[in-house]
């Protein structure tokens, strides 16, 4: 870790981070269902508009996933150990071919981890922004960080 | 949708289902890691076994993936339309190379959709088991399903 490491105590309650960019290809939504969700809605358009959804979508597992990835994106500097727990995962809309993710939280709350000297609890609600702003993925869950004193 | 389709009015509150295979591959852990959730605990021996993990694991996005294929092909036959909202999710144990997975999941309760006649919501929790037994990840969740009298 070097000395631009963000440690569990570096974090404020209500700090904000914002950023990253994951373009959703068409291909990849089909061969991430074709994977692991291989439902007619992420993989076939004609079959996909007579669905709830309207259209082709990505399966919420990779829009989950794109979530990962953004948050390793803007926090590449946290010491980050572990994801332990989420809440509250709502997908709010389908995720089309062409759209553009980013992300937002925002830090609610922190806690030592019981017995594990050296290591927090941070708690953070996410969303998952499409470029015009709007939520496709909400989430509220608490990661397992490393605290300042251990490093 | 044929005659042997499972529609909303079919579940049981308290009704089991379980099965599924899944064997967790040491590349593809790797590849899943380095397109959406990078971090050496995933990708690197060495490196991991430094982590609180104490040696290579699974993404947590992989694994719900994996729980996502694993409930697709338990139920083939159910008109499920959606994943809704999910919380509790919770990984309770690394899922490391070789570990062969499966899914036992529980209906909970159920209740129509509001304002959008012929679905239904469907609460469950799932288990994501090893071949010993043991829950790697645990959620609950809605669904969205298609009612009989909708077919």
């Known amino acids: 870790m070097t000395e631009e490491t963000i440690y569990w105590d570096d974090l404020d309650i209500g700090a904000v981070f914002e950023g990253g960019r994951h ?17 007619p809605t992420h993989m076939d358009e004609a079959a996909a508009s007579e669905t709830l959804f309207g259209g082709l979508s990505a399966s919420g597992a990779q829009t989950f996933a794109v979530w990962a990835r953004l948050y ?17 995962i709502r ?4 995720v089309r ?21 050296g290591y927090g609890f941070v708690e953070a609600k996410h969303q ?7 939520p496709v993925l909400e989430l509220q869950g608490w990661i397992i960080m ?3 004193s251990r490093s």
């Open 23 to 39: 373009v959703m290809e068409t291909d990849r939504i089909k061969s991430f269902a074709a994977e692991f969700d291989p439902r």
């Open 91 to 94: 997908w709010l809309r389908p």
């Open 128 to 134: 998952v922004l499409r470029a015009d702003g709007r």
């Open 72 to 88: 390793w994106d803007i926090t590449p500097d946290f010491a980050t150990q572990a994801g332990a727990e989420m809440r509250k």
């Open 146 to 148: 490393e605290m300042r």
């Open 97 to 117: 071919p062409g759209d553009v993710l980013s992300l937002r939280f925002e830090i609610l709350a922190k806690r030592p981890v019981p017995m594990r000297p």
